[in-house]
């Protein structure tokens, strides 16, 4: 069974504080400067991330 991506243009809403995120707050320090680690910028939890440095 295939699954079809369909492209759309919204805006995302964080899981924790429901409101519209148009950008994220990316953590560069500590333990956090060896992963990326992404934040909402109205609530700062954690959204997202992602293992070592690109």
């Known amino acids: 069974m295939a699954v079809e991506i369909v492209p ?3 805006v995302p ?4 504080c ?3 995120v148009e950008e994220l ?3 560069v ?3 956090f400067s ?4 992404f ?3 109205h ?4 959204v997202g991330l992602s293992a070592g440095k690109q």
Not at 13 to 16: A, E, G, M, R, S
């Open 8 to 10: 759309k243009d919204i």
């Open 13 to 16: 809403v964080c899981p924790f």
């Open 18 to 20: 429901e409101k519209k």
């Open 25 to 27: 707050i990316e953590v």
């Open 29 to 31: 320090r500590g333990w």
């Open 34 to 37: 060896i992963n990326r680690v």
């Open 39 to 41: 934040c909402c910028p």
């Open 43 to 46: 609530c700062h939890k954690i």
